[in-house]
């Protein structure tokens, strides 16, 4: 059985960090791609940062130079490095094993003063 468990949200300040984990099980994570996505209130959910079973990244244009993606197959997690988080950044955050079609429960981020 899949699971992907997220952790790490919060309300944060404006130009804040915060540091979001996807711990996955029951996939063979070094040879899964896997994805950071993000729904807005009232928005679709959208791509928000995407790393390879080969360690390649790809951002959305709107995070690109804040926002770092990066795994550790040696725990079986992913994670979202957020940097100068700003309001519009708000939104409920989700781990996506694409391989898998498989997706986490969501973890809360909002950026607020």
């Known amino acids: 059985q899949v699971q992907l468990v997220e952790s790490g949200g919060g309300l944060v300040q404006p130009g804040g960090s915060l540091r979001l984990s996807c711990a996955a099980s029951g996939i063979i994570f070094s040879l899964t791609d896997m994805g950071w996505y993000r ?13 390879t079973r080969t360690g390649s990244t790809n951002y959305a244009d709107s995070v690109k130079g804040r926002f770092a993606i990066s795994r550790d ?15 519009e950044d708000t939104a409920v955050y989700y781990c996506h094993a694409p391989g898998y079609n498989s997706w986490g429960q969501g973890t809360q981020v909002t950026v607020s003063s």
Request: a positive charge; zero cysteines; hydrophobic letters at 40%.
């Open 39 to 51: 729904r807005a209130p009232g928005k679709q959910r959208d791509l928000v940062a995407l790393i």
């Open 73 to 87: 197959n040696a725990r079986n997690t992913v994670y979202l490095q957020m940097n100068g988080l700003k309001p």
